[in-house]
Each structure stands twice: as structure tokens, then as C-alpha cells.
Nanobody, 115 residues
Framework: VQLVESGGGLVQPGGSLRLSCAAS????????MRWYRQAPGKEREWVAY????????FYTDSVKGRFTGSRDNAKKMVYLQMTNLKPEDTAVYYC?????????WGQGTQVTVSS
């Protein structure tokens, strides 16, 4: 199983970024995908849930209306579109795949929101 995130970077407050996660080594369409983030000195927190077959999405309250999760099962990709970014969104963002009772993680991509 391999998950590789990309798309992070430095952006000004109010800006946008699109994170991508490329998956391989498992049946992607069967996996529930999630995005997490970890800010310096804080615990890792869940950000977004993207369901397997129906691609149902759920978000933590702090990003509702600003972040949109999606997936492309044919390409084995999951995305996190982030808009109206705030300094408090600064964190390392991780892609997570849940396959049955197993959880797998990518290496993370840094998002920094600063003027």
C-alpha cells in the first residue's frame, strides 16, 4: 500500500490550494479515504471523510464550507480542495486509507498559510 500526497505549499490568507493523494497497492474503490492534519505542537486531527462507493463526504466543523474532498476511483486519486485558507489551517496534511480494519498513511504535505 502506498499513498503519496502532493500539492502543499505556501499561500496567503484567503488563498486556495488543492491537495492530491495518489494511491496504489490496494483496491482503491473499496477504501474509505480521509484527510488529516497535524499542526506544530498539536495532535493529528481528522479533516475530511470521503466514502468508498458513494463518495459521501463529511468535514470537521472548522473547514465546512471551505474545504471539499473528492475522489477519482479510475485514477486512484483523492483530493482536498481548500479555499479561503486561514493561518490556523497551517499543518502537515496526511492522506489516510481505511481498508477493513487497517489504516494506511501517506508521508504528508506541508501547507503554510501566511502573509
Amino acid at each position: 500500500v502506498q499513498l503519496v500526497e502532493s500539492g502543499g505549499g505556501l499561500v496567503q490568507p484567503g488563498g486556495s490550494l488543492r491537495l492530491s493523494c495518489a494511491a496504489s497497492g490496494f483496491t482503491f474503490s473499496n477504501a474509505v479515504m480521509r484527510w488529516y492534519r497535524q499542526a506544530p505542537g498539536k495532535e493529528r486531527e481528522w479533516v475530511a471523510y470521503i466514502g468508498s462507493f458513494t463518495a459521501t463526504t463529511f468535514y470537521t466543523d472548522s473547514v465546512k464550507g471551505r474545504f471539499t474532498g473528492s475522489r477519482d476511483n479510475a485514477k486512484k486519486m483523492v483530493y482536498l480542495q481548500m479555499t479561503n485558507l486561514k493561518p490556523e489551517d497551517t499543518a502537515v496534511y496526511y492522506c489516510n486509507a481505511q481498508i477493513a480494519t487497517q489504516n494506511y498513511w501517506g508521508q504528508g504535505t506541508q501547507v503554510t498559510v501566511s502573509s
